[in-house]
């Protein structure tokens, strides 16, 4: 599959899309019903491949991987080792797959790579210098058990009545919505906790770990300070207060704890076929690593663009971007240089 009919290389050999970055037809006025289902229902769209992937993921383990609800009515190392286990395999496997493909047996190459270049290998930003065992390390250390704490506490209040239980027999239309906005639930979420990550002192105490990665890889997806997965899991708290069943606390938990690797391939499309591929729709998050003050949301809810951080990958905006980029620092010049005023 021809990576130059989608897209152009520079002469660093980095490869961008032809497209600009799109929102989908949501928060648009006139409506736009016809190309608004075509989105909802088509490929890609919202619904596939990758939410509906996430949603039957959180149903299967909802239905065969977790433990009984008796069983979670008490705090017991069993049963919550068992859920660390399991969601520990969960994104070995995921992750797992996607860097096996693209970085370990290198089947595309650099083939729609956004990056020439490989995962730094002796770079002192990382652990050991290496940034896929910076990434593994972080990915284990404390994003797998800071999700499992989510999960299992949040389990153990569904099971104790603490929260709101709504059942799918009994509200199947209702349950189906949640379902539905759970996406959008994690699009609002993480959009407010990364603004407030890029406040320069938490960045630079917490997010700058994950901004190492200017070239992230799929392991790259989850390697945050644990500050910020405190943070970027806190999203499943929503079901503390909106009426739900479990399966939509672990379709969150399992959406957040997922979605990180396809949207941090690197790549623009994984090749499965001399004709086939699959989109991973990160190029936008990319852009984010790259230039990090645009882009601090991916999904339906256009942020970006009602608060002026959207880069859609085209010349045009990044000359907005440099032209903001050059008005801030003006000011901050205009500020060091004006003289202080007299104390009397």
Known sequence: MDDARYGKRDK??????????????????????????RWLLGYPGYILPWNLFYAAAGVVIWLWLTPPMQAMQTFSPGWIAFVLARNAAIVLLFFGAFHLQLYVQKRQGTSFKFNAKWPSTDNPAFLFQSQT????????????PIWTAYEALTLWMFANGHIPFVSFAEHPVYCTMIMALVPSFRDLHFYMVHRLIHWPPLYHAVHKLHHNNVNPGPWSGLA???????????????????????AHALFQLVHAGL?????HTGFDKIVVGDSTAIDTHSYDHYLH??????????????????????????????ERMDQRFLERARKQADRKARPPQDAG
């Open 12 to 37: 660093r050999g980095d490869w961008k899309p032809f497209k600009a970055i799109e929102y989908p037809p949501v928060f648009v006025w006139p409506a736009q019903p016809t190309k608004f289902l």
């Open 133 to 144: 065992i910076d990434n593994l390390i972080w990915t284990f250390a404390s994003a797998v």
């Open 224 to 246: 945050m300070h644990p500050v910020e997965h405190l943070l970027y899991f806190s999203g499943v708290l929503i079901h503390w207060v909106v009426p739900s069943h479990p």
């Open 259 to 263: 979605a990180p690797a396809p949207g």
């Open 289 to 318: 690593h790259k230039y990090f003050e645009c882009n601090y949301s991916d999904g339906v809810i256009p942020l970006d663009k009602w608060f002026g951080t959207f880069h859609d990958g085209t010349p045009a905006a990044q």
